[in-house]
């Protein structure tokens, strides 16, 4: 009964910042490595961000500088610090526990860059 809970999204301005958490739970999350994928209509799913279960991080170079991934395991709780964020982010946000091929994903949650 493992379940994936995004949260977070919605309207912000070019710019601005937004933070996205994903809750787990019906899993040992701390041995997981953990992502955040992204997919606007039209295009294809990308990955925005991982960090493994030892804390080493990896992100898109469309976002490095602007994005953070960060975890606590004892919350089980993944987060998705967005800052200066730009239009072309604009897509909906999906937490991905376990890979992208075998693992668990989020019902995802949109988020919109706009003024």
């Known amino acids: 009964q493992v379940q994936l809970v995004e949260s977070g999204g919605g309207l912000v301005q070019p710019g601005g910042s937004l933070r996205l958490s994903c809750a787990a739970s019906g899993s040992i999350f701390r041995v997981y490595a953990m992502g955040w994928y992204r997919q606007a209509p039209g295009k294809q799913r990308e990955l925005v961000a991982s960090?493994?279960?030892?804390?080493?991080?990896n992100y898109a170079d469309s976002v490095k500088g602007r994005f953070t991934i960060s975890r606590d395991n004892a919350k089980n709780t993944v987060f998705l610090q967005m800052n200066s964020v730009k239009p072309e982010d604009t897509a909906v946000y999906y937490c991905?526990?376990?890979?992208?091929?075998?693992?668990?994903w989020g019902q995802g949650t949109q988020v919109t860059v706009s003024s």
């Open positions: 991905n526990m376990g890979g992208d091929q075998m693992g668990y």
């Open positions: 960090i493994t279960n030892g804390g080493t991080t």
